[in-house]
């Protein structure tokens, strides 16, 4: 399978506690985005990477995310002190940057839906 | 700030109808459109990306048209199938932005 992976697919835990998403994008592409989307809404933007460089955060993105991209393959999002409010669907999406900026189609996995209890 | 929102939110239809999902953005200056698939706890598949210099791109059974001027864009599919239940979710994205804002979808169900 060549799409967008996403690990775990669920998660569950109580609140305080850390948790770690991971996601492996479409092997040439460059840029990697993070996504949150929460029940009957469309995803919102999170965080971007081109390569390793994270170029761009959301407000959404409080001081309790971090997001990395250590070698410009792999993502992981990190999310410390977890509130009841964290609970959503967490997206990832990859895409190949082109000649022209922004007509990248992006690529969507299937997303980590975490509750926090 | 870009608003986008779908109308209606939820539609059902007999299999074999011919039916339109509305879009509409509150700012104009976009680069481009995109529509999205979304079965029940998956992720997002890209249908058709319309630029903002062209007026309607064409997929199969699909086709999506984007009036930039009036901050409107429509999906028609022909022939409804089962198949084609799921949400349906438009995306714009501004020039020099690297995010898209989604609207909140429209759920279709094409009963048998």
């Known amino acids: 399978d060549t799409g967008v992976s996403q690990d775990p697919r669920h998660k569950i835990t109580k609140r305080g506690q850390n948790v770690t998403f991971r996601c492996d994008p479409i092997s040439e592409h460059n840029r990697l985005y993070w996504y949150r989307q929460t029940l009957g809404q469309g995803p919102e933007f999170l965080t971007y990477f081109q390569n390793e460089a994270q170029l761009e955060k959301s407000r959404l993105l409080s001081d309790r995310f971090s997001a990395e991209r250590p070698k410009g393959s792999f993502s992981t999002l990190e999310i410390q002190r977890t509130e009841q409010g964290d609970s959503a669907m967490y997206l990832c999406?990859?895409?190949?940057?082109?000649?022209?900026?922004?007509?990248?189609?992006?690529?969507f996995g299937p997303g980590t839906r975490l509750t926090v209890l | 700030k870009q608003e986008v929102t779908q109308i209606p939110a939820a539609l059902s239809v007999p299999e074999g109808e011919n039916l339109v999902l509305n879009c509409s953005f509150t700012?104009?200056?976009?680069?481009?459109l995109q529509w999205f698939r979304q079965d029940p706890g998956k992720g997002l598949t890209s249908l058709l990306l319309i630029q903002s210099s062209q007026r309607e791109q064409t997929s199969g059974r699909l086709n999506a048209s984007l009036d930039k001027s009036s901050g409107r864009s429509t999906l028609y599919i022909a022939a409804s199938q089962p198949g084609d239940s799921a949400t349906y979710l438009c995306?714009?994205?501004?020039?020099?932005?690297?995010?898209?804002?989604f609207g909140a979808g429209t759920r279709l169900t094409v009963k048998p």
């Open positions: 995306a714009v994205r501004k020039r020099f932005d690297n995010d898209m804002r």
């Open positions: 700012d104009s200056a976009i680069y481009n």
């Open positions: 999406a990859s895409s190949l940057r082109t000649g022209e900026r922004f007509t990248d189609t992006q690529y």
